[in-house]
């Protein structure tokens, strides 16, 4: 199967037009959350998987949060919403804190009215196309259209003051040359 909306850094688009309406992100967090936050890792710990989202300063970028939140918390999956850093503070911060995965709602140099989103693995780096195509075909599925997720495996969420201040912090201590340190400068 090949990619459909997946491009060479996550999915990007105008806002209220496909794929970047709610509708579509809801489905996308919900799908995302089942296909990284899956397996064996967080099964045998018994904890709950847990997802960082930041984003740009745009103001769509609340509409897309919301959206990915949702259903993210859908998929059982905790949420930590870190409000507007930089691209890399979210891959460092994912890495760093051993979450399930990292979210970036973003569009770059792109013009106001886009938006997008881009997801790294629990190491930081950006998904393989397998994962993306994996996350399409649950979206396109129709298990979606049966998500009726009960109270005790609903997600949580939760907003952090100032995310980037602790990636900074942390940063500085492995630019004594640990592999963030490389990860920091070359990202």
Known sequence: MTRRYFGT???RGKVGESPITPEFVLRLGYAAGKVLAGGDRWNKKGARPTVLIGKDTRVSGYMLEAALEAGFAAAGVDVMLAGPMPTPGVAYLTRA??????VVISASHN???DNGIKFFRHDGYKLDDEIERRIEGLVFSGEIESIRPTAG?????????????PALA??????????????????
């Open 9 to 11: 850094d996550g999915i």
């Open 153 to 165: 495996k609903i997600g949580r969420a939760t907003r952090i003051d100032d995310a980037l201040g």
């Open 111 to 113: 013009p106001y009215y």
């Open 170 to 187: 942390v940063g500085v201590d492995d630019l004594r040359g640990g592999p963030a340190a490389r990860f920091l400068v070359a990202g």
């Open 97 to 102: 804190l051993r979450l399930a995965a990292g």
